[in-house]
């Protein structure tokens, strides 16, 4: 069975309708005053440091997700940025520069064997 646009424009692709789904809304929860806050989400990540007055992660602290891998670094914006470490639940540590809260540049990598890249 055809569509009605199919059946007035034969030969075209019909339209497609975008959608566009809501990201889904983290609370959080601060706690504290300037640099000695705790911020908690609900998703299950902390961050203790310095916030601003909206309550965004500003300067230094440290995330900790649910899992229990930590970022120590500056952040800005709510991402880190600038030199810092992450230390994943597993042993493993990275010690390095920071954009957007996502390893880059170069760092050192240092496995629980004290093996180091």
């Known amino acids: 069975m055809k569509t009605k646009y199919e059946k007035d424009y034969p030969g075209k692709p019909k339209a497609r309708r975008i959608v566009r789904r809501k990201k889904k809304e983290i609370k959080k929860k601060v706690i504290g005053k300037a640099c000695s806050s705790t911020v908690k989400y609900s998703d299950g990540h902390t961050f203790t440091g310095c916030v601003d007055k909206n309550g965004t ?54 496995y629980p064997s004290n093996d180091k890249f």
């Open 57 to 110: 992660e500003q300067g230094k602290g440290t995330l900790t997700d649910k899992f229990g891998t930590k970022i120590s670094a500056y952040f800005s914006r709510g991402k880190a940025n600038g030199p810092g470490i992450q230390i994943w639940f597993t042993g493993e540590k990275y010690e390095g520069l920071f954009v957007d809260g996502k390893a880059e540049g170069s760092g050192i990598k240092i």
